[in-house]
């Protein structure tokens, strides 16, 4: 489900489960179309072939750099983990924002989202330990997360389940023990409609 490779410029980038991208090198430009899913990228310097990541929400362009790319479906979430990054969303004439280690933003197809900053040590452990670590995090956004790395589907109202935050470290290689764990800590049914369909409610306490 993890794929990590090297690309002729010598950088690495590392694909998350689920995920996809398209590679476009010339002589001015490193491009990576992101089609789909969440990316890490170690960018070998090169300051006359700048690197661009690219999605339907904006781009990210990087010299020197380490960062994360997830294109969810209504905006793309940059976070920086070394050196900077310029974010810039689709509209023409959008402002351009440099981020700097340990800061996130949202990119959205119209506007830049707010800076904030995130937990560059739980962002590794995603990575190199393949463990989700939140604090905070609406519901309905882990269990889309989780559902990346599920090989089935995951089915829940989104609406239903945004009030509730989840604090806690989750395994993202084994999805259906993850669900457990939540299910544990807030009022969900989970039902196993087939093996690869699983349908969670929330259930009130009487």
């Known amino acids: 489900q993890w794929q990590s490779f090297t690309l002729a410029d010598n950088s690495v980038i590392t694909l998350s489960s689920d995920s996809a991208i398209n590679v476009d090198f010339n002589n001015a ?16 310097k090169n300051p006359k072939r700048p690197f661009v990541v690219k999605t339907e929400h904006g781009s990210l362009t990087a010299l020197g750099t380490e960062f994360s790319v997830d294109k969810r479906s209504d905006y793309t979430l940059l976070k920086v983990i070394e050196s900077s990054v310029a974010a810039k969303c689709q509209r023409q004439g959008c402002d351009v924002k440099p981020l700097q280690p340990g800061q996130q933003i949202r990119v959205y ?18 990575w190199n330990k393949h463990q989700l670590m939140v604090d905070g995090m609406p519901l309905n956004e882990v269990l889309t997360i989780l559902n990346r790395f599920h090989k089935g589907y995951f089915y829940f ?48 306490k009487t």
Do not use: C
């Open 29 to 44: 430009q490193r491009t990576i179309d992101l089609l789909k899913g969440e990316i890490r990228v170690k960018v070998s």
């Open 109 to 126: 197809a119209e506007h830049l989202g707010k800076v904030s900053d995130f937990s560059v040590a739980d962002a590794s452990l995603m």
């Open 157 to 204: 109202d989104a609406q239903q389940l945004e009030n509730y935050h989840v604090s806690a470290v989750l395994p993202l290689d084994d999805p259906q023990a993850a669900l457990a764990l939540l299910a544990d800590s807030f009022p969900l049914k989970v039902t196993h409609i087939t093996p690869w369909w699983t349908a969670i409610i929330v259930v009130p």
